[in-house]
């Protein structure tokens, strides 16, 4: 059994900052490789990728976020921090997770484990 859980989230005005935080815990931790990544999710629209970030390092921005959004990782657990936030960037943010390390592709089946949610409100 793996649990992600997520913490930060918030509202902000546009131009703010947010930090977003995930840690694995539970079988994750046997995981020789992962991934873990953030996708969004705004009301009426489809999830969407944010960014991810693999054991060895590697990092994938969506190119929406790239510049302003930061990943980083340390022993199962990640950091987003976000920075100069718009209103587009609003939504539930959802850090997931998946063994075996990151595929060139960022897409939600391709992750086996999910955080329950956080919500990020920029005005």
């Known amino acids: 059994h793996v649990q992600l859980v997520e913490s930060g989230g918030g509202s902000v005005q546009a131009g703010g900052s947010l930090r977003l935080s995930c840690a694995a815990s539970?079988?994750?931790?046997?995981?020789?490789?992962?991934?873990m990544g953030w996708f969004r999710q705004a009301p009426g629209k489809e999830r969407e990728s944010v960014a991810r970030?693999?054991?060895?390092?590697t990092i994938f921005y969506a190119g929406s976020v790239k510049g302003r959004f930061t990943i980083s990782q340390n022993h199962y657990k990640n950091v987003l921090e976000m920075n100069n936030l718009r209103p587009e960037d609003a939504g539930m943010y959802f850090c997931?997770?998946?063994?075996?390390?990151?595929?060139?592709?960022?897409?939600?089946?391709?992750?086996?484990?999910w955080g329950q949610g956080t919500q990020v409100t920029v005005s």
């Open positions: 539970g079988l994750a931790l046997a995981y020789s490789s992962y991934c």
């Open positions: 997931a997770m998946r063994s075996g390390g990151c595929l060139p592709t960022m897409i939600p089946t391709e992750y086996n484990y």
């Open positions: 970030i693999g054991s060895g390092g």
